[in-house]
């Protein structure tokens, strides 16, 4: 953050979780937290004083944000709730950190974006130094706060990397949500992260967009410049920061053969998948915005089965309200390919957070105050978008399902039934169109995936949420890359425990789709299917993929490999079984297998 950067002369290579599969080969572009610019040398004396107005009119705009922020929070949520603007208004109006910058400014002669940096970067080395929970989470603030600012100096709202014309990588701590939109826009071609893992918010985002990717590469922005070349091996989990002659020919090779077989998987026909014996599986999309839509639709998806909404709340400028929430699940679900479109409420916490939400610090913020709890915390917010859902839900000629997160117990069923019966007397009261969905639930907590007996009454469907519930069930945080070798998705535990819920939803009769990681990777394919399972859910850019894998299965066989995993006792046992198993009946997929 404003320091300079330690230059590979060799080869460097580095490795990380692998989460995206392919190969990208780029320039690297390197994302701090508070970009600097491009521009850092000291201004001339006639300059500072038209610098220090740029700074003051960023300051002024700073100010308006933010207590507009923190205005309409109030009014939606509640004072309490609106209590971190406050604060960071406060922040914001504090002279003596306004003195530091502006000291900046007119004695060093730096740029207001520059000198903003240095401030923050100061801030940062305070927060190293930090134990106190309570000051860490008030350093944060001020560097929040202080983003804000620079970002209002230099006029922009998202990363600078949209604006390149030739191919970079993106190399960064961990991208955000306002990454998102302008990762649509850029010529992007890969992705390493500092953080993350297979599963956290990075790698979603990579898969969605089929982009090579690494995550988990400690300290990585520590040994590049945003001038290096990179190569990103997104399968086996490698980076190498400008690569020797022979590494660079080597993985020129592999790109191409990744791209003739992303082009062969991409022409195989759409619609339904069926096993070589004839069994039809569906195969849905996950999805995060209009953009994601329209690559399911190419990918050839059925349906989407997972759609989740939190994007739209953390890429939007402040609170949306009904109306626009309406309007943009009414829009999904018309573009929707197939006959099926579920929503998934608000699923915040952990590594997605939005500042009018989720501001208090937890030690354990996977397991705490998130998700559907949050919600629950929250009747009015929660019941707006509940009532956004149903009006989009009206004269739709598909199926409308709502799909609840993080259910634990039964008593949870309860209230979010009360809440839908509220929000269709609400709406109307208010003669507002009604729409009906289907509920369900999401097993991703061990407590229901063990019990699911006592929630099924009260559910239309069922969502295996693999991700999560691989989490919960290792007790490893996915996003730390010190346990994410626990995090493991074929972990005979995990395989017991979906084949238990798959076999009380197909006793029930209750339909069950299994979405996440699981269901897009070629390992574990063959083995839903032997449970019994018949409807994936996946980022759109492994549909191509999975499609051609189910083609060459039969579902005795996956029966028998599944038989034959059940007595295995290791995830590394289960890993070398299923690579053996795909060698002898889809050699060609292999490189697609994440390490």
């Avoid at 989460?19 to 004396?45: F, K, M, N, Q």
């Avoid at 559907?372 to 707006?384: D, M, V, Y």
């Avoid at 066989?557 to 198993?581: F, G, H, N, P």
Wanted: aromatic share 4%.
């Amino acid at each position: 953050m404003g320091q300079p950067l330690r230059r590979h002369s060799s080869t460097a290579r580095f490795d990380g979780i692998a989460v995206s599969p392919g190969v990208a080969i780029a320039r690297a572009h390197c994302l701090h937290e508070i970009p600097v610019g491009s521009v850092t040398d000291p201004i001339d004396e006639s300059e500072v004083l038209a610098e220090l107005g740029r700074f003051e009119e960023a300051l002024q705009l700073t100010d308006h944000e933010l207590a507009a922020l923190r205005d309409k929070v109030s009014v939606q949520l509640g004072k309490s709730e609106a209590a971190i603007f406050t604060a960071h208004l406060a922040i914001l109006r504090d002279e003596g950190l306004l003195e530091k910058v502006q000291r900046r400014i007119g004695q060093q002669r730096l740029p207001a974006a520059a000198a903003i940096a240095e401030v923050a970067y100061e801030y940062q080395q305070l927060l190293a130094d930090v134990h106190d929970e309570y000051l860490k989470e008030r350093v944060a603030d001020v560097r929040d706060v202080l983003l804000r600012l620079q970002r209002n100096v230099a006029k922009i709202t998202h990363h600078d990397f949209a604006a390149h014309d030739e191919p970079i990588v993106l190399v960064a701590c961990e991208l955000y949500p306002s990454d998102i939109i302008a990762l649509t826009e850029a010529n992007v071609v890969g992705i390493v992260t500092q953080t993350g893992s297979r599963t956290g918010h990075a790698a979603i985002l990579a898969r969605s967009y089929g982009l090579p990717a690494v995550a988990g590469v400690t300290d990585i922005l520590q040994h590049v410049n945003s001038s290096d070349t990179i190569v990103v091996d997104g399968s086996g989990g490698h980076v190498f920061v400008n690569p020797g002659r022979e590494t660079l020919r080597a993985y020129r090779e592999r790109r191409s053969e990744f791209a003739r077989l992303k082009t062969d998987l991409a022409a195989e026909p759409r619609g339904p998948a069926h096993t070589a014996d004839g069994q039809t599986i569906a195969l849905l999309a996950n999805v995060n915005c209009e953009t994601d839509i329209r690559e399911a639709i190419a990918g050839g998806a059925c349906g989407v089965g997972l759609y989740r909404t939190e994007f739209f709340f953390l890429t939007h400028p402040n609170v949306p309200d009904q109306q626009q929430q309406t309007e943009n699940y009414r829009q999904m679900i018309a573009h929707c390919p197939g006959d099926i479109f579920t929503i998934r409420t608000l699923d915040l916490g952990g590594d997605k957070t939005i500042s009018y939400l989720t501001h208090t610090h937890e030690h354990n913020p996977h397991i705490g105050w998130r998700s559907i709890r949050l919600s629950f915390a929250h009747p009015k917010f929660f019941l707006t978008q509940l009532r956004a859902v149903l009006a989009a839900a009206a004269n739709q000629d598909k199926e409308v399902r709502l799909l609840f997160p993080m259910i634990t117990v039964p008593d949870e069923l309860d209230e979010v039934h009360k809440l839908m019966r509220r929000a269709r007397r609400q709406l109307k009261k208010r003669g507002q169109p009604c729409g009906k969905v289907r509920i369900g639930m999401m097993i991703e907590v061990p407590a229901a995936a063990v019990a699911l007996d006592a929630f099924l009454e009260n559910v239309d469907f069922v969502s295996i949420g693999s991700n999560d519930l691989v989490q919960y069930l290792t007790a490893a945080d996915r996003d730390n890359p010190k346990v994410s070798h626990l995090c493991q998705a074929l972990c005979p535990a995990v395989l017991r425990v979906v084949a238990s819920v798959a076999a009380t939803c197909h006793r029930t009769r209750t339909p069950v789709t299994l979405c996440g990681e699981m269901a897009s990777s070629p390992r574990a394919v063959p083995l839903l299917l032997g449970m019994g399972l018949r409807n994936l859910s996946m980022s759109t850019a492994f549909i191509p993929t999975i499609r051609d894998l189910i083609g060459r299965l039969t579902i005795p066989e996956t029966q028998a490999v599944l038989a034959e995993v059940m007595k295995l006792k290791t995830a590394r046992q289960v890993c070398e079984t299923m690579d053996r198993y795909l060698a002898a009946r889809a050699p060609h997929l292999l490189p697609l297998v994440l390490a």
